[in-house]
């Protein structure tokens, strides 16, 4: 503000001003969205709560899982993933909820089962407004049925970086570097956890490669 008190005038362009709402609108969805709908606790420590609310010991566990007790003691230390299978397989041998032992709380009432899928559709479609104004409808809608419908092997749903990989797949990397392949979907590999971490770890590097000669042959701007 100047002596007088007079506010200076802004120099900001329309353009300005409209990529500084987006950028703020993507921030504060993406907030929301982590916030609404984030893993409570590691699955291991999930895996150990459930266990204990039931009244099972560890040795038990392993018997209903079919794997060793110090297979099963792994687990629950974090020292090795939990296959999903064998949490679907405890899950029905127990009468329990999937949900609480990935998640760390029960599923919705089935009564509310459809306006979750609704909520989170409409959350997925908001963020791509956001983040993807250029992108058609019907790639939009193409991207919520992706993401409703994949099953993420416990993944967080709705981290942007989930549904930004949904978005490269929808649109051949449309909206980002288009000569990079497509993310390996942990799903994919079942009990395979560590190949799942080799290959997304190898996607990774390809990536972080991409963005270096991007960075590289862009024109140095003047100091």
């Known amino acids: 503000m100047s002596k007088l008190g007079i506010l200076p005038p802004d120099t900001r362009t329309p353009e300005d001003l409209l990529r500084g709402e987006r950028e703020e609108n993507e921030r504060i969805a993406g907030e929301a969205m982590q916030k609404r709908f984030a893993q409570e606790g590691a699955i291991h420590d999930n895996l150990r709560n459930y266990r204990v609310r039931l009244g099972f010991t560890k040795q038990q ?37 999937i949900n609480e032992i990935i998640l760390g709380r029960p599923a919705p009432r089935s009564g509310r089962a459809a306006q979750v899928a609704i909520d989170e559709a409409i959350v997925v479609l908001k963020f791509l407004a956001v983040k993807y104004p250029e992108m058609s409808m019907e790639d939009r809608y193409k991207v919520v049925r992706l993401h409703a419908l994949e099953d993420l ?36 590999y079942g009990d395979d956890h560590e190949g799942w971490e080799r290959d997304i770890a190898e996607w990774q590097r390809i990536v972080d490669e991409d963005l270096d000669k991007q960075d590289d042959e862009a024109p140095a701007k003047d100091l």
């Not at 051949?172 to 994919?188: Q, S, W």
């Open 61 to 97: 566990m392993a018997e209903i899982l079919d794997v060793t007790p110090r297979t099963y003691y792994a687990y629950e230390e974090g020292h090795r993933a939990v296959p999903t299978p064998a949490i679907a397989h405890l899950a029905v041998l127990t009468g329990g909820d």
């Open 153 to 188: 092997g416990g993944l967080p749903r709705m981290h942007p970086d989930i549904i930004r990989d949904f978005v490269k797949i929808v649109t051949r990397y449309k909206f980002h570097p288009e000569d990079l392949p497509a993310p390996p979907l942990h799903e994919d």
